[in-house]
């Protein structure tokens, strides 16, 4: 089983940018297709972007499509999400996630990103 820990949420003025890093422990990285999600007080939990065990297969949420990349270093058993152009309501706690099949199975504590206008 992977155990996930996300990193590199913080507070910025909008237009900023920040660079969030999920490591995983226990497994390693080349098992897994991994995503980053969101989720905002008061809504559902999207989905930000994914990527697939071996980067060549990666999609990204209308929202945040041309301001946010995903990628990851299998080496370091990392996956990145660099966040440009923030805007305020991309506020919201972000989770990263495995998985193995259809389904995203493991899950982060989240880390907290607040952008502020």
């Known amino acids: 089983q992977v155990q996930l820990v996300e990193s590199g949420g913080g507070t910025v003025g909008a237009g900023g940018s920040l660079r969030l890093s999920c490591v995983a422990s226990g497994r390693a990285l080349t098992m897994y297709g991994m995503g980053w999600f969101r989720q905002a007080p008061g809504k559902e939990r999207e989905i930000v972007a994914s990527?697939?065990?071996?980067?060549?297969?990666?999609y990204y949420g209308d929202s945040v499509k041309g301001r946010f990349t995903i990628s990851r270093d299998n080496a370091k058993n990392t996956v990145y999400l660099q966040m440009n152009s923030l805007k305020p309501e991309d506020t919201a706690v972000y989770y990263c996630?495995?998985?193995?099949?259809?389904?995203?199975?493991?899950w982060g504590q989240g880390t907290q990103v607040t952008v502020s206008s």
């Open positions: 996630a495995a998985r193995q099949s259809r389904e995203f199975h493991y």
């Open positions: 990527i697939s065990w071996s980067g060549n297969t990666i």
